[in-house]
């Protein structure tokens, strides 16, 4: 299996299992904060897209920047969080699908040049970016008194097509 291959397999499980935990949160839970100064359950969500957002630019861009951060994200519906998960699901893996081998190996340096390194170890930073948020997310499940879903069960693509459960 080459590393292309490898890294899309990481990727698709670990994206999804993001999409399962965020399933639990309904409108009603948008506005939730574990704490002061906290991001609210709708700005974690809309963060984690838009890192979605910037790792596709990562695997599709001759030169990313930070400013692939920037992107509008609807914040007030439980629906329309999990809708521009499923599409920037879908987004990376495309752009991953679609980009020579070659390119997980060249460097680059979004965040300027002390932050040098391979579009792979980029890829990789993000995804353990993304892990990290959805962490956070089982914290604020539970402060909901939802009991997170078991993250290391089978996922599928078939989650992505499941309505939010709260």
Not at 12 to 24: C, F, G, K, Q
Request: charged share 25%.
């Amino acid at each position: 299996m080459s590393t292309k291959d490898k890294l899309r397999n990481k990727l698709a499980t670990e994206l999804l299992r993001t999409h399962r935990l965020a399933r639990l949160f309904g409108d009603k839970e948008l506005s939730l904060t574990p704490a002061a100064g906290s991001m609210s359950c709708a700005e974690l969500l809309a963060h984690i897209v838009a890192s979605r957002h910037f790792l596709r630019g990562v695997l599709s861009e001759t030169e990313p920047r930070v400013e692939l951060f920037k992107v509008p994200v609807r914040k007030d519906s439980a629906a329309a969080l999990l809708g521009a998960l499923a599409d920037t699901y879908r987004e990376v893996l495309a752009a991953l699908d679609n980009m020579p081998e070659a390119w997980l190996e060249t460097i680059i340096a979004p965040f300027g040049p002390d932050w040098q390194m391979s579009r792979f170890d980029m890829a990789l930073l993000m995804l353990e970016h993304e892990i990290h948020h959805r962490g956070q997310l089982s914290v604020y499940a539970r402060v909901a008194g939802m009991a997170p879903p078991d993250l290391y069960a089978p996922v599928s693509e078939e989650i992505l097509e499941e309505t939010p459960r709260g």
